[in-house]
Nanobody, 132 residues
Framework: QVQLSESGGGSVEVGGSLRLSCAASGHTDNIYCMAWFRQAPGKEREGVATIYTIGNSTYYADSVKGRFTISLDDAKNSVVLQMNGLKPEDAAMYYC?????????????????????????WGQGTQVTVSS
């Protein structure tokens, strides 16, 4: 089992910045993919940023490219999402997730190709509010 614990959410004004952190514990040896997802009220969950733990390749949703940065903190066994230039549409519950593989479907939705169930391990979420 892998446990994920998010921190760093909060309220910020438009244009501001927040730094989310996700600490991983437990049996993380087979975890090669870590990501942040978000879900706003009434909307589908979407993948925001993904990082491969080997090689540190990254993927970003178009809506956050150039503003968000995902990175690994190996010393702390955690993944960080630096969010700059926040917009009202960035407000959501943000979830940290981890899985063995970074499949295209998981990167986008956190589910398998059949879109039926969540895959991997998930944190409880941290709220991000952006006020104008």
């Amino acid at each position: 089992q892998v446990q994920l614990s998010e921190s760093g959410g909060g309220s910020v004004e438009v244009g501001g910045s927040l730094r989310l952190s996700c600490a991983a514990s437990g049996h993380t040896d087979n975890i090669y993919c870590m990501a942040w997802f978000r879900q706003a009220p009434g909307k589908e969950r979407e993948g925001v940023a993904t990082i491969y733990t080997i090689g540190n390749s990254t993927y970003y949703a178009d809506s956050v490219k150039g503003r968000f940065t995902i990175s690994l903190d190996d010393a702390k066994n955690s993944v960080v999402l630096q969010m700059n230039g926040l917009k009202p549409e960035d407000a959501a519950m943000y979830y940290c997730a981890a899985d063995r593989l970074c499949t295209s479907s998981w990167i986008r939705t956190g589910r398998g190709s059949d879109d039926k169930e969540d895959l991997g391990y998930w944190g409880q979420g941290t709220q991000v509010t952006v006020s104008s």
